[in-house]
């Protein structure tokens, strides 16, 4: 543990984390570890450093999107993990190491001489923290595992999209950053236990878990009940009304008042209240066995309305509604403005970046978004000079050595 950095806010500004990992499942763990002002030292193979670099959909002047996002608030530092002399630079700096985040395929570590049982003899306080496809342990734990693996093998293709179609991908990477939120939990869990009684210890996620324990009483449904759960596209099965809905300008609008209480609320908003009391819709059971009647019939009233006068007859009498958001509504929309969900950085390349604030809030203790993700190798002479002690001679000789 540090002295907490003045240049870092948030409650973990006195914790020191080794980043090993690439792409998604470590190096999200690490941003959230650096979103509440750990110092995050990502290390990097020198000359091509993480694929996250290139990774996105849009990258205007050459640059990748994603990259100043999951890399932001962290240092960069270049080294060779498959050399003598880089894993023993590591070993150096493990003995100041709270946490280390790596997600390789399990053994790559000891092949490395940087397993466990190694660096827990150099420094018993350490934290490592192991993302996979499959666990540390089992009879596929060598396997080779992307997130979209984990996410079928973990229950959640199978149920996602329209049943007409093969099972789909959600839209983002969300094994891979299911993963990574369960070890930051646990490397958090792991810290406490170690304030405790001063032990490190191996937090193991994998991610066909990290998607399993998502999903609700999949298995036991099945288990007890015989019953599997499939697509069933927008709509919720049995759970109506919780669809979206067309309004007269050709706009989607989100409703959700499947509790009685909500219910009554949007019969009244319709003009129709004496459907709180039809024996078809009054409770939750009823308007399950009837949602594709009742979903047409909403359907039907919610075309009469443009979305803006719908929306506002919606909240006012307390029925949950809302607009399918993209990006473009994000940046506009005031709510995300006034709790400054998104925060605009400065950027070498493109001037400025708008991306997502830190969540959760914290009263006492907030992190915050310093800076954007480094460019590769920013932080090499820092990271040696100032923590490892290394003179100027030597860094070049590791430079020019490959090393780093």
Same mark, same amino acid.
Not at 125 to 130: C, E, F, K
Not at 138 to 158: D, F, N, V, W
Not at 292 to 309: N, Q, S, Y
């Given at each position: 543990?540090?002295?907490?950095?003045?240049?870092?806010?948030?409650?973990?500004?006195?914790?020191?984390?080794? *980043?090993?990992?690439? %792409?998604?499942?470590?190096?999200?763990?690490?941003?959230?570890?650096?979103?509440?002002?750990?110092?995050?030292? &990502?290390?990097?193979?020198?000359?091509?450093?993480?694929? =996250? /670099?290139?990774?996105?959909?849009? &990258?205007?002047?050459?640059?990748?999107?994603?990259?100043?996002?999951?890399?932001?608030?962290?240092?960069?530092?270049?080294?060779?993990?498959?050399?003598?002399?880089?894993?023993?630079?590591?070993?150096?700096?493990? &003995?100041?190491?709270?946490?280390?985040?790596?997600?390789?395929?399990?053994?790559?570590?000891?092949?490395?001489?940087?397993?466990?049982?190694?660096?827990?003899?150099?420094?018993?306080?350490?934290?490592?923290?192991?993302?996979?496809?499959?666990?540390?342990?089992?009879?596929?734990?060598? !396997?080779?595992?992307?997130?979209?693996?984990?996410?079928?093998?973990?229950?959640?293709?199978?149920?996602?999209?329209?049943?007409?179609?093969?099972?789909? !991908?959600? $839209?983002?990477?969300?094994?891979?950053?299911?993963?990574?939120?369960?070890?930051?939990?646990?490397?958090? =869990?792991?810290?406490?236990?170690?304030? *405790?009684?001063?032990?490190?210890?191996?937090?193991?996620?994998?991610?066909?878990?990290?998607?399993?324990? =998502?999903?609700?009483?999949?298995?036991?449904?099945?288990?007890?009940?015989?019953?599997? /759960?499939?697509?069933?596209?927008?709509?919720?099965?049995?759970?109506?009304?919780?669809?979206?809905?067309?309004?007269?300008?050709? &706009?989607?609008? %989100?409703?959700?008042?499947?509790? #009685?209480?909500?219910?009554? !609320?949007?019969?009244?908003?319709?003009?129709?209240?004496?459907?709180?009391?039809?024996?078809?819709?009054?409770?939750?059971?009823?308007?399950?066995?009837?949602?594709?009647?009742?979903?047409?019939?909403?359907? #039907?009233?919610?075309?009469?309305?443009?979305? *803006?006068?719908?929306?506002?007859?919606?909240? !006012?009498?307390?029925?949950?509604?809302?607009?399918?958001?993209?990006?473009?509504?994000?940046? *506009?929309?005031?709510?995300?403005?006034?709790?400054?969900?998104?925060?605009?950085?400065?950027?070498?390349?493109?001037?400025?970046?708008?991306?997502?604030?830190?969540?959760?809030?914290?009263?006492?203790?907030?992190?915050?978004?310093?800076?954007?993700?480094?460019?590769? $190798?920013?932080?090499?002479?820092?990271?040696?000079?100032?923590?490892?002690?290394?003179?100027?001679?030597?860094?070049?000789?590791?430079?020019?050595?490959?090393?780093?």
């Amino acid at each position: 543990m540090q002295q907490a950095d003045a240049t870092r806010q948030g409650p973990l500004s006195n914790i020191r984390v080794l *980043e090993m990992g690439q %792409l998604l499942a470590g190096p999200f763990c690490g941003q959230l570890l650096a979103d509440f002002g750990a110092e995050v030292i &990502k290390c990097e193979q020198p000359g091509l450093g993480d694929p =996250m /670099r290139v990774w996105g959909q849009e &990258k205007p002047h050459g640059k990748s999107l994603w990259w100043p996002v999951v890399a932001r608030n962290k240092k960069s530092l270049t080294i060779n993990l498959r050399t003598p002399e880089g894993q023993a630079l590591v070993k150096e700096l493990i &003995k100041s190491t709270d946490i280390l985040v790596e997600n390789f395929r399990p053994g790559t570590m000891e092949r490395w001489n940087l397993g466990y049982k190694e660096l827990k003899a150099i420094n018993p306080r350490l934290i490592m923290v192991r993302v996979s496809g499959y666990g540390q342990t089992g009879p596929y734990s060598t !396997r080779a595992g992307y997130g979209s693996i984990g996410e079928a093998m973990g229950g959640l293709r199978y149920v996602v999209g329209d049943p007409s179609t093969a099972p789909s !991908r959600v $839209g983002i990477s969300i094994g891979d950053e299911l993963a990574a939120t369960y070890a930051c939990m646990g490397a958090l =869990m792991a810290l406490h236990h170690r304030n *405790e009684t001063g032990e490190g210890q191996v937090v193991d996620s994998a991610i066909y878990e990290s998607v399993l324990a =998502m999903m609700e009483s999949l298995v036991s449904e099945y288990d007890v009940g015989g019953y599997t /759960r499939e697509r069933t596209g927008a709509t919720l099965p049995n759970i109506s009304p919780s669809n979206v809905f067309e309004t007269r300008d050709g &706009k989607m609008l %989100l409703i959700a008042a499947n509790q #009685d209480t909500v219910f009554r !609320r949007l019969a009244a908003a319709m003009g129709r209240p004496e459907m709180a009391t039809d024996d078809r819709y009054a409770t939750h059971t009823a308007r399950g066995a009837n949602m594709t009647e009742l979903d047409g019939m909403i359907a #039907d009233w919610t075309k009469t309305i443009d979305l *803006e006068p719908l929306q506002d007859l919606l909240e !006012r009498n307390g029925v949950p509604c809302g607009l399918i958001y993209t990006a473009a509504d994000m940046l *506009e929309d005031p709510h995300f403005k006034a709790r400054e969900a998104i925060v605009e950085l400065p950027h070498k390349d493109f001037g400025s970046i708008r991306m997502q604030n830190v969540a959760p809030r914290l009263s006492r203790t907030p992190g915050a978004v310093r800076h954007a993700g480094p460019d590769l $190798g920013e932080h090499t002479d820092h990271v040696l000079r100032d923590i490892l002690s290394a003179t100027e001679d030597r860094i070049e000789e590791l430079r020019a050595a490959g090393i780093v």
